[in-house]
């Protein structure tokens, strides 16, 4: 999916296709508040998965982020659009930025390059847990299993928390690299016996908690908390139109309820992306021909 033109505070993104997109910039992350919710492609984000946020790449597509301060890089699946702030290039997945060495620091230099496409259906958590690469790269793959839903249609319902992306993944992405086997070194490595790992691991669970208390106010998360009622709908294909719609921006809280003993689905928002505005959210719903949308905060 490369997506239509779209703006956001003012701004015009255009989504394409860039084999040769290669820039350095700032990365933020992004967690537990959207957790479990669309993406901006349908699929179901999950801060434990190896993602990431791009204003204008394909969804999905496969990204090499390197953190510039300890030369750790990784193979993120990009799913999700953001962050709209003028100096960050993307937003990763809370796992992510663990991995690359940032999760206490919030936003770090990075480099992106574009890798290729990636592949609607499969598990490709195991080649980008082990794409992980640099110095004490072997000591933050974790063992445990991490849960990725994906959509192969925008009207497919979602699939059960035991869906995974599997073999077609593999073969795409084995086929990105001149010699796949060395793909799986770091996470068949012992991490925790190499001292110079655990060096590592010290050094950055020490001192940063500045660093994080910076980035917590900087990214002004209570500015962007809201409470919007984008109403019910019976029509589950409506529902998920509009619930995407919003996932451009926003998490979007979708809730079971009846109309007149009927089941439906309930929307609403409750936190806006980085950048994005409540104006944005207004946009949306104008575009849409939604005139019942409210602010409850």
Same mark, same amino acid.
Do not use: C
């Given at each position: 999916?490369?997506g239509?033109?779209?703006q956001? @505070?003012?701004?015009?993104?255009?989504?394409?296709?860039?084999p040769?997109y $290669?820039?350095?910039g700032?990365?933020?992350?992004? =967690?537990? @508040?959207?957790?479990?919710?669309?993406t901006?492609?349908?699929?179901?984000?999950?801060?434990?998965?190896? &993602?990431?946020?791009?204003?204008?790449?394909?969804?999905?597509?496969? #990204?090499r982020?390197?953190?510039?301060?300890?030369?750790?890089?990784?193979? #993120?699946?990009?799913?999700d659009r953001?962050?709209f702030?003028?100096?960050r290039?993307i /937003?990763?997945?809370?796992?992510s930025?663990d991995?690359?060495?940032? +999760?206490?620091?919030?936003?770090?230099? #990075?480099?992106?390059?574009?890798? +290729?496409p990636?592949?609607?259906?499969g598990? /490709?958590?195991?080649?980008?847990?082990?794409?992980? $690469?640099?110095?004490?790269?072997t @000591?933050?793959?974790?063992?445990?299993p991490?849960? &990725?839903?994906?959509?192969?249609?925008?009207?497919?319902?979602?699939?059960?928390?035991?869906?995974?992306?599997?073999?077609?993944?593999?073969?795409?992405?084995?086929?990105?690299?001149?010699?796949?086997?060395?793909?799986?070194?770091?996470?068949? @490595?012992? +991490?925790?016996?190499?001292?110079?790992?655990?060096?590592?691991?010290? &050094?950055e669970?020490?001192?940063?908690?500045?660093?994080?208390?910076?980035?917590?106010?900087?990214?002004? !998360?209570?500015?962007?908390?809201?409470?919007?009622?984008l109403?019910?709908?019976?029509?589950p294909v409506?529902a998920?139109?509009i619930a995407?719609?919003?996932?451009?921006?926003?998490?979007?809280?979708?809730?079971?309820?009846?109309?007149? =003993?009927?089941?439906?689905?309930?929307? +609403?928002l409750?936190?806006?992306?980085p950048?994005?505005?409540?104006?944005? !959210?207004l946009g949306?719903?104008?575009g849409? =021909?939604?005139?019942?949308?409210?602010?409850?905060?």
């Amino acid at each position: 999916m490369v997506g239509k033109p779209y703006q956001v @505070a003012g701004r015009w993104y255009t989504p394409r296709v860039d084999p040769n997109y $290669d820039r350095t910039g700032k990365a933020s992350w992004y =967690g537990s @508040a959207f957790h479990g919710r669309l993406t901006a492609n349908g699929e179901i984000f999950d801060q434990n998965a190896i &993602t990431a946020a791009h204003p204008t790449l394909p969804l999905p597509s496969y #990204v090499r982020v390197t953190n510039l301060q300890n030369h750790r890089s990784l193979l #993120v699946r990009v799913n999700d659009r953001g962050p709209f702030v003028a100096d960050r290039i993307i /937003d990763l997945s809370r796992r992510s930025a663990d991995m690359l060495g940032f +999760g206490k620091k919030g936003v770090v230099d #990075v480099r992106v390059k574009y890798v +290729g496409p990636a592949p609607l259906e499969g598990d /490709d958590t195991r080649v980008l847990l082990a794409s992980l $690469d640099g110095p004490g790269a072997t @000591a933050y793959p974790s063992p445990s299993p991490v849960t &990725t839903v994906a959509y192969s249609t925008p009207t497919e319902a979602p699939a059960t928390s035991g869906s995974r992306r599997s073999e077609p993944a593999m073969k795409t992405l084995t086929t990105l690299f001149t010699n796949p086997l060395d793909l799986f070194a770091y996470a068949n @490595a012992t +991490g925790p016996d190499n001292p110079v790992n655990a060096a590592f691991a010290a &050094t950055e669970n020490m001192a940063v908690n500045a660093d994080l208390l910076a980035w917590q106010q900087e990214t002004d !998360v209570d500015a962007r908390k809201i409470d919007v009622d984008l109403g019910s709908y019976a029509n589950p294909v409506k529902a998920e139109s509009i619930a995407r719609a919003f996932a451009l921006i926003a998490a979007v809280d979708e809730k079971p309820v009846e109309i007149v =003993g009927k089941k439906a689905t309930s929307l +609403g928002l409750s936190m806006l992306k980085p950048g994005a505005t409540r104006a944005d !959210v207004l946009g949306i719903a104008k575009g849409l =021909g939604l005139e019942d949308v409210a602010f409850r905060d």
